[in-house]
């Protein structure tokens, strides 16, 4: 139901944006709280960005101060803007959206399919 695209080979020090879009039968849903996380080889998947449908921001320490997240509530997107890459963000990229439905109370987390960011040294 999401869409990521924009990863890629970047050397360090270079940027990168992040999209992420929904895609299907999403009339019926409200998306909430959208987001990014990220799993290296070897590793956890660990939360990189995320932001409320009202704009509220959190972001992984690691990050601070190079990434940017934000988001379109009318598109149901969410970017992620990378600035001063370093080969530890070297990482497959995951966006998630947390939605509920209109109709009743359910809730549930909707995923992208991983997009490859290598940043070399």
């Known amino acids: 139901q999401l869409q990521a695209c924009g990863g890629g080979l970047v050397q360090a020090g270079g940027s990168l944006r992040l999209s992420c879009a929904a895609s299907?039968?999403?009339?019926?849903?409200?998306?909430?709280?959208m987001g990014w996380y990220r799993q290296a080889p070897g590793k956890q998947r660990e939360l990189v960005a995320a932001i409320t449908r009202g704009g509220t921001t959190n972001y992984a320490d690691s990050v601070k101060g190079r990434f940017t997240i934000s988001r379109d509530n009318a598109k149901n997107t969410v970017s992620l803007r990378m600035n001063s890459l370093k080969p530890e963000d070297t990482a497959v990229y995951y966006c998630?959206?947390?939605?509920?439905?209109?109709?009743?109370?359910?809730?549930?987390?909707?995923w992208g399919q991983g997009t490859q960011v290598t940043v070399s040294s």
């Open positions: 299907g039968s999403i009339g019926s849903v409200i998306f909430n709280t």
């Open positions: 998630y959206a947390e939605v509920s439905s209109i109709l009743t109370s359910n809730s549930w987390r909707y």
